[in-house]
Antibody, heavy 113, light 112 residues
Framework: DVQLVESGGGLVKPGGSLRLSCASS????????MNWVRQAPGKGLEWVSS????????YYADSVKGRFTVSRDNRKGSLYLQMNSLRVEDTAVYYC??????WGQGTLVTVSS | DIVMTQTPLSSPVTLGQPASISCRSS???????????LIWLQQRPGQPPRLLIY???TRFSGVPDRFSGSGAGTDFTLKISRVEAEDVGVYYC?????????FGPGTKVDIK
């Protein structure tokens, strides 16, 4: 069965850092462009970042550019999101997704003092 | 950035009756490769999004045929021919034609 499982969320103070992981099983991660999408509490979906299958091309939303870094380890079947200089407005559930087909259950990041 | 709008934002529907959601983009979603990367996602309460339709009208595997997508250019529609209880949730259109990818605000479908 194909699964994406996010981890690494939690409570962090403004200005702090977190590293999210997305572990895959049942699929060959290197076949897919991978994406991070977030959803603030009670709000809609916001695209955060995408990374192509080999990591050659990487894209970020303007709202996170310069603060977040996406990476992947295809040998481990994992995707990562390093989040630095976190702001209150980064509070959200963060989902990883293949090319919009498979989605994880999400991990909650709360930025609060 | 391409702005996606949806109408209505809320749609109370009687079970067994049809529902329709409109999605409009601020510019054409036709990619240089000729495809139109307009996607419809369903998000049931407490669940992650689920892919329903991609490339305007192609139903993803396992999606019931009561869901259909149509449109072209900047105007798109998702139709549910007969709403069932399991269809309750929020529906998002999304464009994957141009970075940054953008989502509509969502349409909440619930039962009258």
């Amino acid at each position: 069965d194909v699964q994406l499982v996010e981890s690494g969320g939690g409570l962090v103070k403004p200005g702090g850092s977190l590293r999210l992981s997305c572990a895959s099983s049942g699929l060959t991660l290197s076949d897919y462009t991978m994406n991070w999408v977030r959803q603030a509490p009670g709000k809609g979906l916001e695209w955060v970042s995408s990374i192509t299958s080999t990591g050659t091309s990487i894209y970020y939303a303007d709202s996170v550019k310069g603060r977040f870094t996406v990476s992947r380890d295809n040998r481990k079947g994992s995707l990562y999101l390093q989040m630095n200089s976190l702001r209150v407005e980064d509070t959200a559930v963060y989902y990883c997704a293949t090319d919009w087909v498979r989605w994880g259950q999400g991990t909650l990041v709360t930025v609060s003092s | 950035d391409i702005v996606m709008t949806q109408t209505p934002l809320s749609s109370p529907v009687t079970l067994g009756q049809p529902a329709s959601i409109s999605c409009r983009s601020s510019q054409s979603l036709v990619h240089s490769d000729g495809n139109t990367y307009l996607i419809w996602l369903q998000q049931r309460p407490g669940q992650p999004p689920r892919l329903l339709i991609y490339n305007i009208s192609t139903r993803f595997s396992g999606v019931p045929d009561r869901f259909s997508g149509s449109g072209a250019g900047t105007d798109f529609t998702l139709k549910i021919s007969r709403v069932e209880a399991e269809d309750v949730g929020v529906y998002y259109c999304m464009q994957a034609t141009q970075i940054p990818f953008t989502f509509g605000p969502g349409t909440k479908v619930d039962i009258k």
